[in-house]
């Protein structure tokens, strides 16, 4: 079995930081992408950032410049760094990774989602 658990969601003031961190664990081969994604109340879920193995990353335009997506590798770990937070980035976030598991075996995992809430 794989679970990502997340961390790091909590409440802050607009303008504040929070730092969200996910990471993998269970009979794990290797991982591509991870990334982060948000759902606030009544929307769909967008993406948010991903990064790739090698480090490569993308952000959603509403995110750029003020967050920023890296991992660990060697701890099957994705970090996402917030600054500059605002009221319209509350949402659930929730990661998530493309496992391999076994020979040409790669599920899409994600992780039970933690809530970040901007507000005075």
């Known amino acids: 079995q794989v679970q990502l658990v997340e961390s790091g969601g909590g409440l802050v003031q607009p303008g504040g930081s929070l730092r969200l961190s996910c990471a993998a664990h269970?009979?794990?081969?290797?991982?591509?992408?991870m990334g982060w994604y948000r759902q606030a109340p009544g929307k769909q879920r967008d993406l948010v950032a991903t990064?790739?193995?090698?480090?490569?990353?993308n952000y959603a335009d509403s995110v750029k410049g003020r967050f920023t997506i890296s991992r660990d590798n060697a701890k099957n770990t994705v970090y996402l760094q917030m600054d500059s937070l605002k009221p319209e980035d509350t949402a659930v976030y929730y990661c998530?990774?493309?496992?391999?598991?076994?020979?040409?075996?790669?599920?899409?995992?994600w992780g039970q989602g933690t809530q970040v809430t901007v507000s005075s």
């Open positions: 990064v790739t193995t090698g480090g490569r990353t």
């Open positions: 269970g009979r794990i081969f290797s991982i591509n992408a």
């Open positions: 998530n990774a493309g496992i391999v598991v076994g020979p040409v075996r790669q599920y899409d995992y």
